[in-house]
T-cell receptor, first 111, second 112 residues
Framework: ELKVEQNPLFLSMQEGKNYTIYCNYS?????LYWYRQDPGKSLESLFV?????AVKQEGRLMASLDTKARLSTLHITAAVHDLSATYFC???????????FGEGTQLTVNP | DGGITQSPKYLFRKEGQNVTLSCEQN?????MYWYRQDPGQGLRLIYY???????QKGDIAEGYSVSREKKESFPLTVTSAQKNPTAFYLC???????????FGDGTRLSIL
């Protein structure tokens, strides 16, 4: 059974600071996704990572994937208040037909 | 505009009642999914469908039922057997199971 663990689960940071969210998974995967969810809202797709060493960047967010370590990171650079949200990673087991989600990291960026 | 429409936005269920949540997509996606989200938690898969007239159970299918008679539609019924239905329900779709999932705005279900 595929398990996906995120840490930290809660993150409070100041504007302008950098931080990293980690996503570990337990079996081989061919696809990893990062999503953002604002309170009471739906999920918005941020990144899709397909191969070992893949790196994607959008604004102040950068996601990377290490398939050998079964680890993905979401790095936040110079955080701003607008980045406050819950971030989920979701993993597809190799050749599987479904995603398994992590518990989410609730990020709060304080002015 | 193409997208996924969930209705209603809020739903209240009485004891012993079945309720049906609607999910419609006009993205021409083959795969559709239902997730349950409890406060402060991640998403858990209830059912998914890769193609019309076919669906599979997810991790928490007990007390729920689905149908997939049309490509565009994947309704979820929360039966009276589901004793703790209060949650946020999200429907998603994707072109195929290996492509990114797009989510609807969700239905919040509560017990009266």
């Amino acid at each position: 059974e595929l398990k996906v663990e995120q840490n930290p689960l809660f993150l409070s940071m100041q504007e302008g600071k950098n931080y990293t969210i980690y996503c570990n998974y337990s079996t081989t995967s061919d696809r990893l996704y990062w999503y953002r969810q604002d309170p009471g809202k739906s999920l918005e797709s941020l990144f899709v990572l397909l191969s070992n060493g893949a790196v994607k960047q959008e604004g102040r967010l950068m996601a990377s994937l290490d398939t050998k370590a079964r680890l993905s990171t979401l790095h936040i650079t110079a955080a701003v208040h607008d980045l406050s949200a819950t971030y989920f990673c979701a993993v597809r087991e190799t050749s599987g037909s479904r995603l398994t989600f992590g518990e989410g990291t609730q990020l709060t960026v304080n002015p | 505009d193409g997208g996924i429409t969930q209705s209603p936005k809020y739903l209240f269920r009485k004891e012993g009642q079945n309720v049906t949540l609607s999910c419609e997509q006009n993205l021409n996606h083959d795969a559709m999914y239902w997730y349950r989200q409890d406060p402060g938690q991640g998403l858990r898969l209830i059912y998914y469908s890769q193609i019309v007239n076919d669906f599979q159970k997810g991790d928490i299918a007990e007390g729920y039922s689905v149908s997939r008679e049309k490509k565009e539609s994947f309704p979820l019924t929360v039966t009276s057997a589901q004793k703790n239905p209060t949650a946020f329900y999200l429907c998603a779709s994707s072109i195929s199971v290996d492509q990114p999932q797009h989510f609807g705005d969700g239905t919040r279900l509560s017990i009266l």
